[in-house]
């Protein structure tokens, strides 16, 4: 359940426990209401394709119980929810993606820059019964990635549903960094979700006009697939691999006690040094990866403040975001931390520095420059074409027009950099593209906020970002890249484009 905590100064923060969002559902706050009585939170099967570059992901379906003795019907990866974490390095990649559900799904690789042939987008569906085994080469900065289904017209209710996982890129140098790597202990991956659940512990998903247009949010916080659990870290420096696997929620996460993150890696990899942050804003399709020092002992929940896109009353977008900032309303607590001392200590400083690559295309000679504006016609009203989800809202669209499979918007040429401006009205948007790493180099007119200035391929805008694009993948018509809203509703509804590279 979301909770808003007592924030307490200094040390004992687990201990504090209060009321309920005025609009949280409460039927079960039996659950979780001391963070020491919290089940302690697991993290997924790790595949590690290290030695092998070969790996198998089945989606299936299944039962998981988010509230215990109240079994809800998911569908995952290998699993009943969810998928495992899957570990790759350079070099060859033999992904087998089997489908063991009644209607197609894929596996977009979320963050692996590689050919539109491998990129397991909605022109890459597994039919029920059938495997996809492309023979991939994966050449890029070690990162933590995601993967997901990426079907037009049902990614959001499938992604909802739970198909999705992660992916680590490593390079086994680590420990040389000075950085946190025993998997599960000091290296914690952390897929963050919110879900809305029935009275008997089903997902819902509403799909209604209001979830369309602000995207699906939930009142409850789903980290890795459990409700209400505790992290137990060691007494030492962590690394937290933060995936928003969110359809739609904005997290701007902070410390309850004030502890600073360090940041170390943002989608595409690491930073030169570690940034420290107060707050860090993750949109949907962002990750994340940063350092929090738990050596003084002491725990400490990581927080969030309010979704800026969530609407309340009928009030939407930026409005309703600055409220919240006014209010100081609508934090919640996304994941408790308790210190275990049993647990091996075995990083205790932040190191000054990570090697990490400072993105720089501004000496790149910029071949092309593209404007995307993304838009939410509020005109259209419901069209109601019968599929799950599909064409539900008028008016989703880029530059006007709506996605459409058969349409290829851009063509870029293979080598090239080019300046990309998106800019938005009303809402946030996440937005992502296929195939890249890029540059911002700018948001809303000025310097890129600290989260951004590493290697991105999701980016919040909230009115206008500039990137600097390199393409270095190509892509076919008849496998294009695509570029989208990260909000999955919108980008079902039609907030995506195609381009080629050639
Ligand atoms: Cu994570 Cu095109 O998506
Ligand atoms: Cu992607
Ligand atoms: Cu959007």
């Known amino acids: 359940m979301i909770k808003r905590r007592n924030l307490l100064a200094g040390g004992a923060v687990l201990a504090a426990s209060s009321a309920l969002y005025a609009w949280a559902d409460n039927r079960f706050t039996s659950q979780a209401t001391d963070a020491a009585n ?11 394709t290290v030695d092998t570059g070969k790996f198998l992901v089945t989606a299936q379906s299944g039962t998981t119980s988010f509230f215990p003795g109240h079994p809800a019907e998911t569908i995952g990866f290998n699993q009943a929810y969810l998928g495992p974490v899957v570990r790759i390095s350079n070099g060859a990649l033999r992904p087998s993606v089997e489908n063991g559900l009644s209607w197609p799904v894929s596996a977009h690789w979320h963050g692996l820059v590689v050919p539109g042939k491998h990129d397991g987008g909605p022109h890459l569906p597994v039919k029920p019964g059938e495997v996809w085994a492309p023979d991939m080469e994966i050449g890029q900065q070690p990162c933590t990635a995601f993967f997901h289904t990426h079907i037009h017209g049902r990614t959001a209710r499938d992604v909802y549903a739970g198909l999705a996982g992660v992916l680590h890129v490593v390079d086994g140098l680590d420990r040389e960094r000075g950085l946190p790597d025993t998997y599960g202990v000091d290296d914690l991956t952390l897929l963050l979700q919110d879900r809305r659940f029935s009275r008997d512990g089903q997902l819902v998903y509403a799909n209604s006009m209001m979830d369309i247009m602000h995207g699906m949010t939930g009142d409850t916080i789903v980290v890795n697939g459990q409700v209400g659990s505790v992290a137990a870290v060691p007494k030492s420096v962590v690394r937290l691999r933060l995936i928003n696997g969110s359809n739609a929620r904005i997290y701007s996460l902070f410390s309850s006690d004030d502890r600073p993150i360090h940041l170390i890696a943002t989608d595409g990899g690491y930073l030169p040094a570690p940034v420290q942050l107060e707050t860090l804003r993750l949109g949907p399709g962002e990750r994340a990866e940063i350092l929090v020092d738990f050596s003084d002992g002491h725990g400490m929940s990581l927080m969030s403040e309010g979704d800026p896109n969530a ?4 009030m939407m977008g930026r409005a309703r975001g600055l409220l919240d900032e006014i209010t100081g309303g609508r934090r919640f607590e996304v994941l408790p931390f308790l210190v275990d001392e049993r647990l091996p200590a075995k990083v205790t400083r932040i190191p000054d520095v990570l090697g990490g690559d400072q993105p720089d295309l501004t000496a790149a000679r910029v071949s092309k420059l593209r404007n995307f504006s993304l838009d939410m016609g509020m005109g259209g009203g419901m069209m109601g074409s019968g599929g799950m989800g599909r064409g539900m809202m008028g008016g989703m669209a880029i530059n006007g027009q709506p996605f459409d499979m058969s349409v290829i918007n851009d063509r870029v040429r293979l080598g090239d950099t080019e300046k990309w401006v998106i800019s938005t009205s ?10 890249v790493s890029f540059q911002v180099i700018s948001e809303n007119g000025r310097e890129p906020r600290p989260e951004s200035l590493g290697w991105k ?18 892509a076919s018509e008849e496998t294009p890249f695509m570029y989208h809203c990260h909000i999955l509703e919108h980008e079902d509804a039609g907030m995506m484009g195609q381009f080629t590279v050639s």
């Open 426 to 435: 009303m809402l946030a948007h996440p937005f992502h593209v296929h195939g």
């Open 457 to 474: 391929d999701t980016v919040v805008v909230d009115s206008q970002t500039e990137l600097l694009v390199q393409f270095t993948q190509p």
């Open 38 to 48: 919290r089940p302690v939170l697991q993290f997924p099967p790790l595949i590690d």
């Open 311 to 314: 609407g309340m009353g009928g």
